[in-house]
């Protein structure tokens, strides 16, 4: 079950924590319920750059023992970022701009340990979508050993718009992906770069897949064909960083 201290549930405490700036990490609302007040709340929520998801009750039920009324919410322990004033922002800066995306990463530890070797490793930004991804949770916070709260995360509706933002910005688009021939140590990384992670399960979405600039893998020498998401990252990141000093 979901973080008792990262899950409010029922429509005034959640209306009371949107007043009171609470970071909202995703809002889950029940399929078919209709209620006057969870509508209006569902707007206020919705302009206020709030990630809200229509579900099963048997979804809430899951999160909550509580009576949830037809909403749960979960918090953050950090404020997420636009990826627009983050760029301009990371653009302005004299070091050569590092960003990582993950695509559909849904494993809290491996996001937290993504979020520790980024933060070591100079990332500008994290960016993740907003639907699909794992939660950040106290699970999160204590597998990136605090580092979560030293590194900007921006949620993006959609992973190729931001893409498709940080190519027309400059910024080179390489996949870390076992589906190519290209060996990651064969490339040049000084250039400004963002480098694309994808799930512990699927990898990075075929749709993403076409639209990177390049695509890169890590040699296996062993009888497993894949690494896990996490270590993989920090090969890739770690690559750079050598390349770059």
Not at 97 to 108: A, E, K, N, Y
Not at 112 to 120: D, N, P, Q, S, V
Not at 127 to 134: H, L, N, P, T, V
Request: hydrophobic share 40%; charged share 20%.
């Amino acid at each position: 079950m979901q973080d008792k201290t990262n899950t409010i549930f029922g429509i005034y405490p959640v209306k009371e924590a949107l007043a009171s700036n609470v970071n909202f990490d995703k809002v889950f609302i029940q399929k078919g319920i209709e209620n006057d007040k969870i509508e209006s709340l569902v707007i206020a929520l919705e302009k206020a750059n709030v990630n809200v998801n229509v579900v099963p009750v048997e979804k809430l039920n899951r999160l909550t023992k509580g009576n949830h009324q037809g909403i749960v919410a979960l918090t953050s322990p950090v404020a997420f970022h636009s990826l627009e004033s983050i760029v301009e922002t990371t653009l302005e800066k004299d070091s050569t701009p590092l960003f990582l995306i993950l695509d559909q990463i849904t494993d809290v530890r491996n996001f937290g340990a993504i979020l520790r070797t980024a933060e070591c490793t100079g990332v500008d930004a994290v960016i993740i979508q907003k639907s699909g991804g794992a939660p950040v949770t106290g699970d999160t916070v204590k597998t990136s050993a605090g580092a979560i709260f030293n590194i900007p995360i921006c949620k993006v509706d959609h992973i190729k718009d931001a893409i498709f933002y940080l190519q027309g910005s400059g910024i080179t688009t390489i996949a870390a992906t076992e589906k190519t021939n290209t060996n990651l140590y064969s490339l040049e990384l000084t250039q400004p770069l963002a480098i694309v992670m994808g799930s512990e399960g699927k990898g990075i979405s075929k749709s993403v897949l076409n639209l990177v600039d390049k695509k890169a893998s890590l040699p296996l020498l062993g009888e497993i064909n894949s690494l896990n998401v996490s270590v993989a990252c920090g090969a890739f990141l770690y690559e750079v960083i050598r390349q770059r000093q």
